[in-house]
């Protein structure tokens, strides 16, 4: 009969053969672990090692609320940060992804995971990515409860890797965005972005591609930058600034968070269907990066606004008396505001546009 004991030449194997060092994801830990303490709030420690990050919506002094979901990635973005070397801001661009749709919706954002999936581990970049996913927590006011580090060699070639972004946020009932409301006159305000933010890098990376550029380049609409670093600019969350909007008044009837899309495709998400936005082009001021990719790709308007967000990373609809006291507090609270339109009633198209965006293409 056949032994059932090892051939005596048989090799001895370790998950370490196959790939996986399980030393190197408890390094990690280690070396996140005082980083993710710094996001501790109310309702959550921001402890981590346990199988779940627990929330208590009580301790947060919330009475009647309803919970708001949102997951994400930061899509061929992280293509450059990689080929770049860059690795300390993508994790901000994962925070903004998530709780920008969450607050969106009048939502406060409770708690935040990541999952983290490279071929091999290396320590210092993945320390480097969650160290920005604590700075967006910070900025958001989340707590990062948690996370799922992944080594899986043969699946990403070396020096690549993958995120993914959880976010839940909590509103009270009777506060839940967009109202039914929005109505005929309706003031648009438009909060200015960082750039790019997370959306057509597929593009962005075939026009610099094509403009025959290296991410070390310097950029080449200016800032006194690298090319990789000035496209790394991280989205801006705008968590805190509308959650002192909402607190100071009734204000704000509805959220637009533009991001894949553009202002064309992102508006429509949040009217209702007897009303259109009229957008005045003249009145957005573009940031020079989105007249270069403009130039780069020939890239029409029309393309542009339904590709990038041209220099507006939300649109906030409020009703007339109550512009001018949502725009203080937002300008209090560090935003560049400007009125870009109003709501009109429907006749063809959910969003009208007026004016040149001066692209200069």
């Known amino acids: 009969m056949p032994s059932s004991e090892p051939h005596a030449s048989s090799p001895s ?69 990689i080929e770049a070397g860059v690795h300390e801001t993508v994790g901000i661009d994962l925070v903004a992804m998530c709780v920008n749709d969450l607050v969106v919706q009048g939502a406060e954002p409770l708690f935040f995971l990541d999952y ?30 948690g996370g799922e580090t992944a080594e899986m060699p043969g699946h990403y070639t070396e020096g690549d890797y993958d995120l993914a972004g959880f ?21 648009l305000l438009g909060l200015a972005s960082s750039g790019v933010h997370s959306n057509g ?55 637009a ?4 899309g553009g202002l064309t495709e992102n508006i429509p998400r949040v009217l209702p269907g007897d009303v259109a936005a009229l957008i005045e082009l003249d009145r957005i001021a573009v940031p020079p990066v989105f007249s270069w990719l403009a130039r780069g790709g ?18 906030v609809v409020v009703s007339p008396e109550e512009a001018d006291a949502v725009t203080a507090t937002l300008r209090a609270h560090g935003e560049t505001v400007s009125v870009i339109g109003e709501i009109m009633p429907r006749g063809g198209s959910p969003v009208a546009y007026r004016g040149d965006l001066g692209l200069g293409a």
């Open 13 to 81: 194997f370790t998950y370490s053969d196959a790939g996986v060092d399980i030393d190197r994801g408890d390094a990690l830990v280690k070396a996140i672990s005082g980083l993710v303490r710094r996001t501790a709030r109310s309702g959550a420690d921001a402890a981590i090692g346990g199988f779940g990050g627990i929330f208590d919506l009580k301790a947060a002094g919330f009475s009647d609320p309803l919970l708001v979901a949102a997951t994400d990635g930061v899509g061929t973005k992280l293509r450059v940060a």
């Open 116 to 145: 983290f999936a490279s071929g091999t581990l290396d320590v210092a970049v993945a320390t480097a990515v969650v160290s920005g996913i604590v700075e967006g927590c910070l900025q958001a006011g989340a707590a990062l409860v």
């Open 167 to 187: 976010a839940v946020g909590a509103v009270e009932r009777d506060r839940l965005l967009p109202r039914g409301d929005v109505l005929p006159g309706d003031v």
């Open 201 to 255: 890098y597929s593009l962005v990376r075939h026009i610099v591609a094509a403009e025959g550029l290296g991410w070390d380049a310097a950029s080449p609409f200016g800032g006194g930058d690298s090319l990789g670093r000035a496209l790394l600019a991280p989205t801006r969350i705008y968590v805190k600034p509308l959650l002192a909007a909402f607190a100071a008044g009734r204000g704000i009837k509805a959220l």
């Open 257 to 260: 968070h533009i991001t894949g």
């Open 298 to 315: 020939r890239i029409e308007a029309k393309e542009m606004l339904r590709t990038f967000n041209c220099g507006i990373g939300m649109v």
